[in-house]
C-alpha cells in the first residue's frame, strides 16, 4: 500500500482527492472579465476569453494561483431565488494570510 496524504487509502482502494480549492459564488457580468483579469495580474492564470464565454452561458469558470496551484473555481449568480438566496448569505474570508508563519 502506498501512503496518501493522510496516509490510508478510501475503502474503494483509490487515493483520496487532495486539492487546494475555493469555491466562489459571484455577481459578475462579462464586462467585469477584462477588470478582473489585470487587477489578478500575473500571479494567477485568468483568462479573459473564457471568462466572458461562463458569465453569457451561466456556466463556471476557474481562476489558478499559479505560485501555490490553489484552483478557484467562480459560480456566476443566476437569475433565480436559489442563486439570489445563497449569495444574500454570503460572508467575508480571508483566503490566505500575507503575514509569514513560523514553524
Known amino acids: 500500500m502506498r501512503p496518501s ?4 487509502r478510501r475503502q474503494d482502494g483509490c487515493l483520496p482527492r487532495t486539492t487546494l480549492d475555493a469555491d466562489l ?3 459578475i ?22 471568462i466572458r464565454n ?6 463556471s469558470f476557474n481562476l ?6 490553489v484552483k478557484i473555481d467562480v ?3 443566476k437569475a433565480r ?3 439570489t438566496n445563497a ?13 509569514r508563519r513560523r514553524a
Open 5 to 8: 496524504a493522510s496516509g490510508a
Open 64 to 69: 489558478i494561483h499559479q505560485a501555490s496551484m
Open 81 to 83: 431565488p436559489y442563486d
Open 29 to 50: 457580468e462579462a464586462r467585469h472579465a477584462l477588470p478582473l483579469v489585470q487587477a489578478l495580474g500575473r500571479d494567477f492564470y485568468a483568462d479573459e476569453a473564457m
Open 87 to 99: 449569495l444574500s448569505r454570503r460572508r467575508r474570508d480571508e483566503l490566505c494570510s500575507s503575514r
Open 54 to 59: 461562463a458569465v453569457r452561458h451561466s456556466s
Open 25 to 27: 459564488v459571484a455577481r
Open 75 to 77: 459560480f456566476p449568480v
